[in-house]
């Protein structure tokens, strides 16, 4: 049977049908897919870990016992998951182990636009990468015939495109593997220096026979059409390629990307009178080629930033642009903004409105740094913001710590922020850290997490207690505000970063899009009472608007929330109905 499927979910699909038993993950756009797909498949035992570290480790761990397992992430999810992943290059499996890594080109959600590829060189893995959700579900069950056969982990590569791009997919049968008696084998697996040390050569004769698999896999493939011109690509630039230049021009087509073959490189460069390179993000291909000595054209041609398409190969060959239709007027542009009624937005206001330092992380409240909040000072990685004031108020001493705080979500506090509040607590810095505690990992689309008493597929599970948590990690002041009562969230946080100790404050409310949060009714604008002074557009509701000088309000975006009528000195919105 054939299903148009997305390029995660042709993942999920390819997991099950490769007899996988346990994934973990903690999601990430454009990743998140991969897991909440395949957890629709009873046979799979999925979960949504703290971090992506931890996600691997799980991973090994169903490894070690001998099934097939898996791991989700976004690139900068790779970063945290590097350790695990380069001392699994030497102990290789036990079961067939894949790690999903999904790059993000233009950074269309995430803070950089890393290549992947350079985790799979550095940790001397094989990685392959897919040009469409037909490939990714066959690729999959091809990365664990490799993992397996070859003693390794094995990266699958692959981008927003191919992410959330859909093609027919073929469905087959599961296969599965009857679970195999552990057998201990303390060389192979306990990486202490000794045993290390003799694995090291295993993973360098791994690497020569995966590159010698290179030179004949069928993941790789030569379409010879043109002695004049050939072009080496792999993953969406492959369709680019096609879309652009049909049968026209030769093609090397490459699906294993790490190690790279030479003499299929050479053979295929010396048929064709000029080769080109054409790779999304760093020089990779064209790197290879040079060090062959192999003349090529790549990055002269095609910038190392952002993502392609048709019209940057077109305009990159100086081929005349195809015909299309546009609309009459310029398309306004939307930009990201917080939700009307976001319970965010009361916290940042109070934040934005007394000039407070505040150090951001990753979620969907890095919005607050937009205008007319303007509310944020710095978003480096998940968990950084907590570090960070630590670091800074310990550089600017007790005139920084009355006047800056940090912001971090319940999710990402649970990732990576819990052991930058214990560096507070131990090395003593009057920091202020709130957690914005939204009941839900927001920016990703509302999957579970530990504090929110929930597992991925919506049983009930342990709860993290935040306040509690924190108490044990060594934070006395420990205190809950409600982000829509401005007057408490002000004077709570100038009596934290007045206290002489560090502190935690809570800002606690479900994220009003959840299912079982419900809206009041709208606020009401009384045009004989507003004066026009345009108080209540400093917070950045798509709510409120100007119209005539008099503000009104979006009934069918307004879930009634009030933070506007605690701003309106005119008493002009009211929630009286």
């Known amino acids: 049977m054939d299903k148009l499927m997305l390029g995660n979910e042709a993942i999920a699909r390819g997991l099950y049908e490769a007899g996988v038993k346990v994934v973990s993950s903690y999601p990430g756009t454009p990743s998140t897919e991969i897991t909440e797909y395949a957890a629709a498949y009873d046979e799979i035992y999925c979960e949504w870990a703290?971090?992506?570290?931890?996600?691997?480790?799980?991973?090994?761990?169903?490894?070690?016992?001998?099934?097939?397992?898996?791991?989700?992430?976004?690139?900068?999810?790779?970063?945290?998951?590097?350790d695990p992943l380069f001392t699994l290059s030497y102990t290789g499996v036990n079961g067939g182990?894949?790690?999903?890594?999904?790059?993000?080109?233009?950074?269309?959600?995430?803070?950089?636009?890393?290549?992947?590829?350079?985790?799979?060189i550095a940790a001397k893995v094989p990685m392959l990468e897919p040009a469409d959700s037909a490939e990714a579900k066959e690729f999959v069950k091809k990365?664990?015939?490799?993992?397996?056969?070859?003693?390794?982990?094995?990266?699958?590569?692959?981008?927003?495109?191919?992410?959330?791009?859909?093609?027919?997919?073929?469905?087959?049968?599961?296969?599965?593997?009857?679970?195999p008696p552990y057998e201990k084998q303390p060389q192979k697996f306990i990486m202490a220096p000794a045993n290390a040390i003799r694995r090291h050569p295993f993973v360098e004769e791994r690497t020569a026979k995966?590159?010698?698999?290179?030179?004949?896999?069928?993941?790789?493939?030569?379409?010879?059409?043109?002695?004049?011109?050939?072009?080496?690509?792999?993953?969406?630039?492959?369709?680019?390629?096609?879309?652009?230049?049909?049968?026209?021009?030769?093609?090397?087509?490459?699906?294993?990307?790490?190690?790279?073959?030479?003499?299929?490189?050479?053979?295929?460069?010396?048929?064709?009178?000029?080769?080109?390179?054409?790779?999304?993000?760093?020089?990779?291909?064209?790197?290879?080629?040079?060090?062959?000595?192999?003349?090529?054209?790549?990055?002269?041609?095609?910038?190392?930033?952002?993502?392609?398409?048709?019209?940057?190969?077109?305009?990159?060959?100086?081929?005349?642009?195809?015909v299309t239709v546009t609309a009459d007027s310029p398309i306004p542009v939307r930009p990201p903004i917080m939700c009307a009624g976001c319970p965010h937005r009361g916290l940042f206001y109070v934040l934005s409105k007394n000039k407070i330092t505040t150090l951001g992380d990753i979620g969907c409240y890095t919005l607050g740094s937009a205008a007319p909040l303007n509310a944020l000072d710095s978003t480096l990685c998940m968990g950084a913001s907590i570090s960070g004031i630590h670091g800074f108020n310990k550089a600017g001493?007790?005139?920084?710590?009355?006047?800056?705080?940090?912001?971090?979500?319940?999710?990402?506090?649970?990732?990576?922020?819990?052991?930058?509040?214990?560096?507070?607590?131990?090395?003593?810095s009057n920091s202020t850290v709130i957690i914005l505690d939204n009941s839900i990992t927001g920016m990703t689309g509302h999957q579970q997490n530990p504090t929110t008493g929930y597992n991925i597929k919506?049983?009930?599970?342990?709860?993290?207690?935040?306040?509690?948590?924190?108490?044990?990690?060594?934070?006395?002041?420990?205190?809950?505000?409600?982000?829509?009562d401005l007057k408490q969230?002000?004077?709570?946080?100038?009596?934290e970063m007045a206290a002489p100790e560090p502190s935690v404050i809570i800002s606690r409310r479900p994220c009003v899009l959840l299912k079982h949060v419900k809206a009041k009714p709208p606020i009401e604008v009384d045009g004989g009472k507003c004066v026009g002074c345009r108080m209540c557009m400093k917070l950045g509701c798509p709510a409120i608007s100007m119209k005539k000088g008099i503000a009104r309000i979006d009934?069918?975006?307004?879930?009634?929330?009030?933070?506007?009528?605690?701003?309106?000195r005119t008493g002009a919105m009211s929630e009286d109905r």
Do not use: W
């Open 50 to 82: 703290p971090n992506e570290k931890v996600a691997t480790e799980v991973a090994f761990g169903a490894s070690l016992r001998g099934v097939r397992s898996a791991c989700a992430m976004k690139h900068v999810g790779l970063n945290v998951a590097a």
């Open 97 to 120: 182990l894949v790690m999903f890594v999904a790059d993000d080109p233009a950074m269309h959600s995430s803070q950089n636009e890393q290549d992947s590829r350079h985790y799979a």
């Open 143 to 179: 990365a664990y015939e490799l993992s397996e056969e070859y003693d390794t982990p094995v990266i699958l590569r692959m981008c927003t495109r191919i992410a959330h791009a859909q093609c027919k997919v073929t469905l087959e049968e599961r296969t599965e593997k009857e679970l």
């Open 210 to 322: 995966l590159k010698a698999l290179g030179e004949v896999t069928e993941l790789n493939k030569v379409e010879m059409n043109s002695s004049e011109m050939g072009i080496i690509c792999s993953g969406t630039v492959y369709q680019y390629v096609k879309e652009v230049f049909g049968d026209t021009v030769s093609v090397l087509k490459l699906g294993l990307i790490n190690p790279l073959p030479e003499k299929l490189f050479r053979d295929f460069a010396s048929q064709v009178k000029k080769l080109y390179v054409i790779e999304e993000l760093d020089g990779i291909l064209e790197t290879h080629l040079n060090t062959l000595g192999i003349p090529c054209v790549g990055k002269e041609m095609f910038s190392p930033m952002g993502e392609y398409n048709q019209a940057t190969i077109r305009a990159a060959f100086g081929m005349e642009k195809p």
């Open 397 to 428: 001493g007790a005139e920084s710590e009355k006047k800056t705080v940090c912001v971090i979500g319940d999710s990402t506090f649970m990732h990576s922020g819990m052991t930058g509040l214990v560096n507070v607590a131990y090395n003593a």
């Open 458 to 484: 919506g049983d009930p599970a342990a709860k993290v207690d935040l306040e509690a948590l924190c108490h044990a990690i060594g934070i006395s002041r420990v205190r809950v505000v409600d982000p829509y």
């Open 489 to 495: 969230c002000e004077t709570v946080i100038k009596e």
């Open 555 to 568: 009934a069918t975006l307004c879930v009634g929330c009030g933070i506007c009528t605690q701003m309106c």
